[in-house]
């Protein structure tokens, strides 16, 4: 069993459209982050939220974190093709020293 | 801007052999960390290290593993002896500002 939930694993969209990326959890978390990870390095932080029902943009990235702290979704405005790549969400659990659990990651293909 | 760095980009090595992949994390983080990744599947913790000392393992961290902060400044993972199923990207992370801060990892390749 997954402690994060990512859904969908695999998006494949034409350039323009809008979309949406979920993390879910039965746990709560203490920060949530999200990654973008490129074909052979490691993921680049995008944002970390911490606070329930934050909401925080990145450019055409908007990022929320669920009022309980279970779950967060990160929106792509007018995908480009430049936003293609791994989306991968991580948390860190309520207490304890921080360690941080991956989700399986969403692969994203924007089509020009 | 701070960045966690590790080295070699790439290793191989034969089957049975010991490998040590190097990390120097971001200076005034205290917590670290080592990931792995097979090809196509998701980020794994092996190991977190706070303080000189383990704090959590995985499952994946067997006997066979080993971390080390040996002056301060650089954190290893040594494998003693490689098996073929150890073949991934490794990467090495710190803790600080609420959110984990990557290497750019190195991939392992056992032949």
């Known amino acids: 069993t997954q402690l994060l939930e990512q859904s969908p694993q695999f998006l494949s969209i034409q350039e323009g459209e809008n979309l949406t990326v979920y993390c879910n959890s039965s746990?709560?978390?203490?920060?949530l982050q999200w990654y973008r990870q490129e074909p052979g390095e490691g993921p680049v932080l995008l944002v970390t939220?911490?606070?329930?029902?934050e909401v925080k943009k990145l450019k055409r990235l908007t990022f929320q974190f669920g009022d309980a702290r279970k779950d967060s979704s990160l929106h792509i405005t007018a995908a480009q093709p430049g936003d293609t790549g791994l989306y991968l969400c991580?948390?860190?659990?309520?207490?304890?020293?921080?360690?941080?659990?991956f989700g399986i990651g969403t692969k994203l293909q924007v089509i020009p | 801007e701070p960045e966690v760095t590790q080295t070699p980009s790439h290793q191989v090595t034969q089957m049975g052999q010991e490998v040590i992949l190097r990390c120097v994390p971001i200076?005034?983080?205290?917590?670290f960390y080592w990931y792995r990744q097979i090809l196509g599947q998701k980020v794994e913790f092996l190991v977190s290290?706070?303080?000189?000392?383990?704090?959590?393992k995985s499952e994946i961290f067997d006997d066979q593993f080993s971390v080390e902060r040996p002056d301060g400044s650089n954190f290893t993972l040594k494998i003693r002896s490689t098996k073929l199923e150890d073949s991934a990207m490794y990467f090495c992370?710190?803790?600080?500002?609420?959110?984990?801060?990557f290497g750019q990892g190195t991939r392992l390749t056992v032949v």
């Open positions: 991580a948390g860190a659990l309520s207490g304890g020293y921080q360690k941080v659990t």
């Open positions: 746990s709560v978390f203490s920060s």
């Open positions: 939220v911490v606070t329930g029902g």
């Open positions: 200076s005034n983080h205290l917590y």
């Open positions: 290290f706070y303080n000189n000392e383990i704090s959590e």
């Open positions: 992370a710190s803790f600080g500002q609420g959110a984990a801060f």
